[in-house]
């Protein structure tokens, strides 16, 4: 059936005999292929069952000889008392039960040659599996594992009675012997012997399940397998007579053998078509041998056809011949091959070469073309021509060579010849001389980039130049200089001589600047009397300085024009490139700004142009855009600092402090800002925006139950406007609600340096309103006292660079102590700024200068945080210790005790805690030689050493350093962790000094001492 669906297939797909025999054979084919696939698979399953078989005996063996390895260790064991045996007993357990991992070839293992060799099983693997458990990962069937679990679970309950042997002689003492008796009877009884079958009777159980069940799988395999041979043998048959079948079909196709076909193709490819074959067969035509002989007679006309059309195309090319030699144009032909076939007589006049010389040689030969500026050789047009069949015009700047070397300029284009039947049997190449043409292009383009007066390089060829002579100094990391030259006085000439005698010392300029240039140099002409000149190579400044004088002594020189002697000089602006890293017209710029400074500077010199001193005129202008922008986006905020009496501990006012908050940079200090204003009329409109938000804050505050005044920083510009006054009176108008003696303005006492008079009228004004005025960072001036007596200042502020070192440094101590003397003398208040430690305040106050403000009270801080701050304000216990308590100088060095000592142990710790912070142990010194040590062994024992919290100190003293000591020895030696451990110790020790300090200044304090 299914042979007659494929038979009327082929017969309506005209399907030839010989392929539908092929067709069968591939058939056959792919049949064998499966069959024998499946062969193979049968074959695979018999191997599958003795496989499985085999693994079935191994792991029912295994549990059997781990039943008897047990029994054959435990009863040694219990012979000889030797712990080895429990030991292996132990140890076969473990890996029968997955605890351990099961050895290399564990069914050939005994462990009695263990115990001789003493030579330990090697594990296979990591895996750690009970063996229940591999018995249940083997595929049995739930019988067979059944029989498998019972044989597992009787060897267990075995090893219960072994175990139970095991610990019979071990729950004494003293093994005795009777009990060692008792163990072995144990191990050899009847019971110890059924619990053995036990194990033995279910494996035999399944040794027969899983035999059955093998055996029938490698019966049915092997059923299997022997079919499929049996298939195989008749396949081979069936594929044999198909093989005969298709050879058969191949010949009735072929209509002779393959020798004979082959035979009648070497003929037709030899070109032999006069001979023909006579066919015996029925249907010659049908068949392969007897189209091949169609196909000789059709070629043997076709012959004889082309003979004739030779004789035509011989007169055509005749006739186009005379044409083509008859037209302007030079005309080259070739043939499908490349090979001159012809040339007209223009053609001849161009190349030189003759008609005959030329004919069959290759077109490269005749037609040499290059380019006009590479010299390189252009693709002959031709060989495109003949490739593509398609029409290809010259590219433009090619340039003919003759033969006899003449050179010219020409314009062709090369066409394909084609048959009517589309057949490209040629080339036809027509060019013509536009060598004039050409030379009339170079002048308009060389007079486009050129000066017409000078010849010199004018502002269009002198941008190309530029780039190329930017790209040159990047490459070869060399300088370039780029010079402005303008001639000094060339105006005067003209208007006094004419323009002609200008003209003419324009183009002797010209001739002399290119004289002195180096051929890698450029000089153009920009117009009027102005030069460039791009100087290339340059390694140094001086080498630049010896071609500028050259230059300048050439311009220099007197010019003779007709019977005229004219002297004119010239100025030259320089800037470098790459230290000016700018675009042309940039440099050009700068290099102009430089040329007008060298005329400033009184003509006849060159001048260098200051890159760093634009750079930071223009990032100056940068900044004050930006500055400016901050004020109008109100990106400037006001932090304030609170002023405290350290005495009574009372919040006395604030000081308004501006800060820039930043949308990148974040919070930026005044010093980050102020500086680039300070000398611009934006410092006026900075200084009146903080003005505002100090009255608002001080309304706000006052609405919350705070009257606190606050000062705010005035500029000297600032202040030194003439409209000051009159501007802070509406800025006060603004806020009614806010009294004017809440308003305190700082302003530097060298304000008053350049009109004293006009500041005292101005100060006295604000005074009227009600404003008070304070000194800032006085003593820091140049004024004599008679500023201070002229200036009705209210309040001195002592500068904080005077306060912060006046514990350490005496003659900052001196300058502090004479401020608040003259404070006394003119009845002014006194502030001192910097405060940054307890000793500070005490001292401060003993000077009399009681109000204070620095990082020891508050630090500056947002206007919503002042309430709570002040809400939480409590003053340092030292201040109330001291506040009344009458202090010498003397007793300075006992408030720096305390932060002498401090600063020792910190730095202990930190030798620990900062690995990048190395402290030798030498550095520490003995407890007589640290800062401390010495005050205490001198004035501090003439002073205090009467009083017994003085005494008390010294043998803590000593227990500090010898700690200190311990700890970097024991860092030096890698111990980090008991180092960190010592720490609290020193520490404790620590803090036991600041008590005993604290006890001793309360007692100099009450007056004890």
Known sequence: MVQNFFAHLFERLKVSAFSRQLFWLIVLFIISVGNFAFYVAAEKRIDRANELRLQAVLLADELRQSSDDLTRMMRTYVLTGKPIYKAHYQEILDIRNGVLARPENYQGIYWDLVLDDDVRPTPRSTVQKPLLELMREAGFTPAEFNFLAAAKANSDALVSIELEA????????????????????????????????????????????????????????????????????????????????????????????????????????EGDFSQTTSLDLTRPNNNVLGWLSEMQGK???????????????????????????????????????????????????????????????????????VNEATRQPVINPVHQVLEKGKTVLLANHTVLIAKDGTEYNIEDSAAPILLDNGELVGCVLVFHDVTEKHRLLRDVRWQAGHDVLTGLPNRALLADRFERALLHARRQQTWLAVCLLDLDEFKPVNDTHGHDVGDQLLVQAAQRLSGVLRAEDTVARMGGDE????????????????????????????????????????????????????????????????????????????????????????SKHQTLARIKLALLAEEFRVYYQPKVNLRTGEVVGMEALLRWQHPEQGIVAPGGFLPAVEQTDLIIDIGEWVLEQALQQIEIWAKAGASWPVSVNIAARHFQMPDFFTRLQAILARHPDVPAQLLELEILESVAQRDIEQVRSVILQCQSLGVTFALDDFGTGYSSLSYLKHLPADTLKIDQSFVRDMLDDAEDLA??????????????????????????????????????????????????????????????????????????????????????????????????????????VAKL?????????????????????????????????????????????????????????????????????????????????????
């Open 299 to 369: 070629l043997q006309a076709s012959q004889a056809q082309q003979a004739q059309l030779a004789l035509h195309l011989h007169a055509e090319k005749e006739r186009a011949q005379v044409t083509l030699s008859s037209i302007g144009d030079a005309v080259i032909t070739t043939d499908a091959a490349g090979r001159v076939t012809f040339l007209n007589q223009v053609a001849i006049d161009l190349t030189a070469w003759s008609l005959a010389d030329a004919l069959n040689k290759p077109l490269v030969e005749i037609f040499n073309i």
């Open 166 to 269: 095991m610990r019979l002689p071990e729950n004494t003492d003293a093994a005795a012997e009777e009990l060692w008796q008792r163990a072995r009877l144990m191990l050899y009884s009847a019971q110890y012997h059924q619990a053995k079958a036990a194990i033995m009777r279910p494996i035999a159980e399944f040794n027969r399940l899983a035999a059955q069940r093998n055996d029938a799988a490698v019966l049915n395999a092997a059923n299997v397998a022997l079919l499929f041979r049996v298939l195989m043998v008749l396949l081979i048959i069936a594929l044999m007579v198909s093989l005969w079948r298709t050879y058969q079909a191949l010949r009735l196709t072929l209509g002779s053998s393959v020798e004979a076909v082959k035979n009648k193709i070497d003929k037709i490819a």
């Open 531 to 618: 030069f460039v000149l791009l100087l290339g190579g340059l390694h140094s400044q001086e080498e630049t300085r010896l071609s500028l004088q050259r230059i300048m002594d050439a311009m220099c020189a007197p010019y003779l024009i007709d019977t005229l002697r004219i002297e004119v000089s010239a100025s030259v602006g320089v800037v470098f490139y790459p230290d000016d890293d700018a675009d042309p017209d940039t440099l050009l710029r700068h290099a102009d700004q430089a040329m007008y400074q060298a005329k400033q500077l009184g003509r006849n010199r060159y001048h260098f142009f200051d890159v760093h001193h634009d750079k930071e005129t223009q």
């Open 815 to 920: 300058l502090v102590k004479a401020i608040i003397g003259l404070a006394k003398v003119f009845a002014r208040k006194v502030v001192a700024e910097g405060v940054e430690t307890a000793e500070h305040g005490v001292l401060l106050m003993h000077l009399g200068c009681d109000v204070a403000q620095g990082y020891g009270i508050a630090r500056p801080m947002a206007a919503q945080q002042v309430l709570g701050w002040s809400v939480d304000f409590v003053t340092e216990k030292h201040w109330q210790v001291w506040s009344d308590v009458p202090l010498e100088l003397a007793d300075l060095p006992l408030l720096m005790a305390a932060r002498d000592h401090t600063q020792w142990v910190n730095n202990v710790l930190r030798a620990i805690e900062e690995p990048n912070f190395f402290l030798p």
């Open 925 to 1009: 010194g003995t407890c007589h030689q640290c800062r401390f040590g010495q005050w205490y062994d001198t004035l501090g024992k003439q002073r205090y050493g009467h009083l017994a919290a003085f005494t008390e100190m010294y043998e803590i003293h000593q227990q500090v350093h010898d700690k200190g000591h311990k700890i970097l020895r024991l860092r030096d030696a890698g111990e980090m962790a008991l180092a960190r451990e010592k720490c609290a110790m020193l520490i404790s020790l620590k803090d036991e000094i600041l008590t005993q300090l604290a006890l001793l200044q309360a007692s100099v304090g009450s007056g004890s001492s």
